[in-house]
C-alpha cells in the first residue's frame, strides 16, 4: 500500500528528525523506507513537505498512529501525483544506471 503525508515545510526538519529515531526498531521507518519530497520539487504545494512510504497494512497502522499530530495523510488525488513522481524518479534511475553498465 502507498500512503503520502503532509506537513508544514517549516516542520520539516523535526519530521526528518522523527522519521530517523530508532532506526533499529521494530517497526520503524528507516527499515520501512520512506522519501520525504518539499512541495516544490514534487510540483505540489510549496509550503509543505511530503512523505511517501510504501507499507504493508500492519506498517501503514503503525505509521499513521506514529505520525499524528506531525503530518496528516494527504488527499487521494495527491498521493497518487506524488507516487507517480517517485516511482518516475526511481525507473529513471535504474534506466541510468543501466545505460552505466551497458545494460
Known amino acids: 500500500?502507498?500512503?503520502?503525508?503532509e506537513a508544514p515545510i517549516a516542520d520539516k526538519a523535526k519530521l526528518t528528525?522523527?522519521?530517523?529515531?530508532?532506526?533499529?526498531?521494530?517497526?520503524?521507518f528507516t527499515?520501512?523506507?520512506?522519501?520525504?519530497?518539499?512541495?516544490t520539487t514534487a510540483g505540489e504545494d510549496k509550503?509543505?513537505?511530503?512523505?511517501?512510504?510504501?507499507?504493508?497494512d500492519e506498517f501503514v497502522k503503525?505509521?499513521?498512529?506514529?505520525?499524528?499530530?506531525l503530518a496528516v495523510e494527504s488527499a487521494p488525488?495527491?498521493?497518487d501525483r506524488i507516487a507517480k513522481k517517485?516511482?518516475?524518479?526511481?525507473?529513471?534511475?535504474?534506466?541510468?544506471f543501466g545505460s552505466i553498465f551497458g545494460d
Open 1 to 5: 500500500m502507498i500512503l503520502v503525508f
Open 17 to 28: 528528525a522523527f522519521l530517523e529515531a530508532d532506526p533499529y526498531g521494530k517497526p520503524s
Open 31 to 39: 527499515r520501512n523506507g520512506y522519501k520525504v519530497k518539499d512541495g
Open 47 to 56: 509550503a509543505k513537505a511530503y512523505i511517501y512510504l510504501k507499507a504493508t
Open 62 to 69: 503503525f505509521a499513521k498512529e506514529k505520525l499524528a499530530g
Open 77 to 79: 488525488e495527491v498521493r
Open 86 to 96: 517517485i516511482e518516475d524518479e526511481e525507473s529513471n534511475a535504474e534506466v541510468g
